[in-house]
Nanobody, 115 residues
Framework: QVQFVESGGGLVQAGGSLRLSCAAS????????FGWYRQAPGQQRELVAT???????IYVDSVKGRFTISRDNAKKTVYLQMKNLQPEDTAVYYC?????????WGQGTQVTVSS
């Protein structure tokens, strides 16, 4: 059964940094693409960064130059390094497949950026 466990969120001031981790229980991890999603209060969940199994990476414009997605196939973990965080980055962050997300979403990790 697919399972995602996100961690690393917290409260930071604007301009600060956080590194999120996602441990993925996926038997075909090295052949799978993943994405980091976020959902702010009252907003729809949005995909902010993706990494394919070939390490092709795509970012949404609002995080380009500030966020870096990476993966460690040996640890079955996906990371999101976030720098220069802004209040508008405040959201619950989730990871899942980049295409056809599993209905089994993790609990997410809360990122709160104060101004």
């Amino acid at each position: 059964q697919v399972q995602f466990v996100e961690s690393g969120g917290g409260l930071v001031q604007a301009g600060g940094s956080l590194r999120l981790s996602c441990a993925a229980s996926v038997s075909t991890f090295s052949l799978s693409g993943f994405g980091w999603y976020r959902q702010a209060p009252g907003q729809q969940r949005e995909l902010v960064a993706t990494i394919s199994w070939k390490d092709v990476i795509i970012y949404v414009d609002s995080v380009k130059g500030r966020f870096t997605i990476s993966r460690d196939n040996a640890k079955k973990t996906v990371y999101l390094q976030m720098k220069n965080l802004q209040p508008e980055d405040t959201a619950v962050y989730y990871c899942n497949f980049n295409r056809s997300p599993s209905p089994s979403w993790g609990q997410g990790t809360q990122v709160t950026v104060s101004s």
